[in-house]
């Protein structure tokens, strides 16, 4: 079971890792935006940037749920596919390493680092909770340590210190923006799981596997990217950001 479970950590954990070195440079331009002391601005970037992690999260979401076992059968063989309690648990985890990041660089920016007691309060939650699940759920139960854990403190302690401490403006502002994001984030995850349920395709070889990423992820990308530009102002901002930014480099 370790082993099986190894081998999707290694694929999720190298994905999370190239998302990483592409946003490497966000820290030190966070740290010299925050020094404008411009919180017109500062929450312009926040959420410019969530959305982006969102969109991100939500693909790769999308991606682990339809895409992983498909290629661990046909790289490994059949009993080496988890159960798909497990591949949601991961799904739900790469998720929310992608959507903590805009709350983790701010903070960073403002240089809030008091709570040193969170890491330790984290980890102990983990502890407690997948030692408790890990008989009667298995690996899943175990996974579910790491996302509650993150759920108390990354997703809800840490956007509340942010704000008090640093945008010093009531929570309630990034609540309803976080929650209209899930919002958009479950209608995809709705739609494109529709359509790619519509029609089924039985992956056989390598061959089969790179048909179905080369299916899954632009149809995926496009559903998204449509129901954020059409409904999230932020996410029409970052877009045409980037855009410019490549087309005047």
């Given at each position: 079971m370790v082993t099986f479970f190894g081998n999707y950590n290694l694929i999720i954990s190298n994905a999370d890792l190239l998302v990483t070195?592409?946003?490497?440079?966000?820290?030190a331009s966070v740290g010299n935006l925050v020094a404008e002391n411009d919180s017109e601005k500062n929450n312009q970037v926040f959420w410019e940037f969530m959305s982006l992690r969102f969109y991100i999260?939500?693909?790769?979401?999308?991606g682990i749920i339809t895409l992983m076992d498909p290629f661990i059968q046909v790289w490994l063989g059949e009993k080496y596919v988890l159960s798909i309690s497990v591949s949601i648990v991961f799904a739900i985890n790469f998720l929310l390493g992608?959507?903590?990041?805009?709350?983790?660089?701010?903070?960073?920016?403002?240089?809030?680092?008091?709570?040193?007691?969170?890491p330790v309060t984290q980890g102990t939650i983990n502890l407690?909770?997948?030692?408790?699940?890990?008989?009667?759920?298995?690996?899943?139960?175990?996974?579910?340590?790491?996302?509650?854990?993150?759920?108390?403190?990354?997703?809800?302690?840490?956007?509340?210190y942010l704000y008090k401490k640093g945008f010093k403006v009531q929570i309630g502002s990034y609540i309803i923006g976080f929650f209209k994001h899930l919002t958009l984030l479950?209608?995809?995850?709705?739609?494109?799981?529709?359509?790619?349920?519509?029609?089924?395709?039985?992956?056989?070889?390598?061959?089969?596997?790179?048909?179905?990423?080369?299916?899954?992820?632009?149809?995926?990308?496009?559903?998204?990217?449509?129901?954020?530009?059409?409904?999230n102002q932020h996410f029409r901002d970052v877009i045409k950001r980037l855009y410019s930014g490549f087309v005047n480099r």
């Open positions: 070195k592409l946003f490497s440079g966000t820290k999260g939500g693909l790769g979401f999308i992608q959507i903590r990041q805009p709350v983790d660089v701010f903070k960073q920016g403002f240089g809030l680092y008091a709570d040193t007691w969170a407690i909770i997948s030692f408790a699940l890990a008989k009667p759920l298995g690996l899943t139960g175990i996974l579910l340590g790491n996302t509650i854990s993150l759920l108390i403190i990354v997703m809800i302690w840490r956007p509340y479950c209608v995809f995850l709705f739609i494109t799981n529709f359509i790619i349920n519509l029609f089924p395709f039985k992956v056989k070889n390598f061959t089969d596997v790179g048909i179905k990423v080369v299916i899954v992820t632009p149809l995926s990308a496009t559903i998204y990217g449509l129901i954020l530009y059409t409904t």
